[in-house]
């Protein structure tokens, strides 16, 4: 049998109609990326393009622009795209050859420029406009600020100022979307400001606010493991289930990144966005619809039933600390103060690890602990749902020495799986019953592979579907619940603990569970 070819129309290989690609068709658009020079946008970004490219999803009407002030022609732009998947982006498959990804780079567009600075949006506004005539992208947009936050509000004004954001008048039908990288503020009161600069140039409709946790395929599983399996949802609540452990574990420290660390920390970092948003898939309410509204309503929903600590509370529900030298996977790591750039009196944590309450009907009383941290052993992340233990056990104590309570952990990375922990009698003439555990594993299951989050969050944002992006709402609240942390961390409450690279985190994590009668669960 021949294989089937493709043609080029408009610049553009044409999708093979022998391919079957169950994807929304993307529009005609112009992918106009802030910061283009920078890391985010060859390591994140472009791998992900190009796995759309892959997946022949693009229309034959696409064009990518590049903005950022390094001084590149838009030859050095493709040769640097090219660079960027040749090496394979975070283990991805080098699609270097693959002419359909050859083919969109060979149309990308660069902008020389400062973003603060008429000049830039004047030159871009004259390369879109020849990118419409060219490529044909229809007067779409889709800005990107793959930028650090501190340039989001010049790159805001910059839009609006030449009203890059407006419909063009041969085009009135024309869409304009920005998307926004966190962290998206610091705290509660400059993410309001961030809000306002946002709304001041684009309607909340326009906005999608990324976290990358949310293209993860195993975050999104939770929505089918709980609502679509009535095995799963009536235990899911207060009636069953003693505890929730949230961990999102790294065993990198934070190398090049600690000018940025030391203003940030592990909350600012981890907790305020990955974790608000996985705590709320967790606990929310089975939406109305799969649609983005109805999601979203149902994890705001979620995040404001979460009791907010107040000052006196802090002390005693959570723990900071740093981490010290110590060995991680047979490398001696250095301490948190002999990483680079990092001020001699730092009290900045790399640890932190909470306990939360959930004020609902579902979840009352139950406790949710929450650990995130740099150095640890492994790089993991999951969601461990323990049930309460059954109320009676007709066994001898010897026979149950090494049983534990039930559990369903959802992991997140790496494995990406669901393992259900139960009780099972051990072969052998005797009556000894442990615990074992039954596991569904992604990669065995769907050996098709399983999408880069980038991947499926570019295409949401390119066809419009906001239901993986953050609401300004759902953002505002996060900041509410951490918020009143961090002002009692800068007043050294609790005073800042001290852990080993290579260690699960300090004595004084351990101790906040085992004030419960419970602890950490072991990835």
């Known amino acids: 049998m021949a294989t089937p070819t493709s043609t080029v129309a408009a610049g553009f290989l044409e999708p093979d109609p ?10 005609p658009c112009a992918l106009v990326v802030f910061g283009a020079s920078g890391d985010l946008f060859a390591r994140k970004l472009m791998p992900g393009l190009a796995q759309l490219a892959a997946e022949q999803v693009f229309p034959g009407r696409f064009a990518v622009v590049g903005v950022a002030r390094t001084a590149w022609s838009d030859n050095d732009f493709r040769r640097v795209a090219l660079d960027a998947i040749a090496a394979g982006g975070q283990g991805g498959p080098d699609r270097t050859e693959d002419p359909r990804w050859r083919e969109i780079v060979s149309g990308f567009r660069y902008v020389t420029g400062d973003y603060d600075r008429d000049e830039t949006y004047e030159q871009l506004a004259t390369v879109l406009d020849k990118v419409d005539h060219v490529q044909g992208t229809a007067g779409n947009r889709l800005y990107y600020l793959a930028v650090p936050p501190t340039a989001f509000p010049t790159i805001l004004a910059g839009i609006g100022r030449h009203h890059l954001q407006d419909p063009l008048d041969d085009a009135p039908d024309a869409f304009t979307r920005i998307v926004i990288e966190k962290p998206y503020g610091t705290d509660l009161h400059s993410a309001e400001e961030l809000d306002r600069c946002v709304h001041a140039v684009f309607d909340e409709s326009q906005v999608f606010r990324i976290d990358h946790f949310l293209g993860k395929e195993t975050v999104q599983n939770f929505l089918a493991l709980r609502f679509a399996n009535a095995v799963f949802e009536p235990v899911w609540n207060r009636r069953y289930v003693d505890s929730v452990q949230i961990t999102v574990a790294e065993s990198a420290g934070v190398g090049h990144r600690a000018a940025f660390y030391e203003q940030t920390g592990a909350v600012r970092d981890m907790v305020q966005n990955h974790v608000m948003q996985v705590m709320a898939l967790t606990l929310m309410e089975p939406p109305i619809s799969i649609e983005a509204d109805g ?46 750039d990092v001020a001699p009196n730092s009290s900045t944590e790399t640890y ?37 233990p059954a109320p009676h056990l007709p066994f001898q104590p010897d026979q149950v020495g090494r049983l534990e309570p039930d559990a369903l952990v959802v992991r997140i990375h790496p494995d990406e799986g669901v393992t259900l922990i139960f009780g099972s009698k051990v072969p052998g003439h005797g009556f000894d019953v442990r615990s074992v555990a039954m596991e569904f594993l992604y990669g065995a299951a769907f050996p098709e592979g399983i999408p880069d989050p980038y991947a499926r969050l570019l295409m949401d944002a390119l066809v419009g579907d906001s239901t993986l992006f953050i609401r300004a709402d759902e953002v505002m609240q996060a900041w509410r619940i951490v918020d009143p942390i961090l002002e009692a961390w800068a007043k050294d409450e609790p005073p800042l603990s001290l852990y080993r690279a290579g260690s699960w985190g300090p004595p004084e994590a351990d101790a906040l569970l085992h004030r419960d009668g419970r602890r950490w669960r072991r990835p």
């Open 18 to 27: 022998l391919v079957d690609t169950d994807v929304r068709p993307i529009p």
């Open 295 to 340: 999601i979203r309503d149902e994890k705001v929903k979620a995040l404001r039933a979460i009791e907010i600590l107040d000052e006196r509370e802090v002390p005693e529900a959570t723990v900071r600390a740093q981490y010290t030298d110590g060995w991680v996977a047979g490398q001696l790591a250095p301490g948190y103060f002999d990483e680079p």
């Open 352 to 388: 932190a690890a909470l306990r939360l309450f959930v004020d609902n009907w579902r979840w009352a009383g139950v406790p949710f602990y929450v650990r995130t941290g740099k150095r640890l052993p492994r790089h993991v992340s999951e969601v461990a749902i323990q049930f309460h």
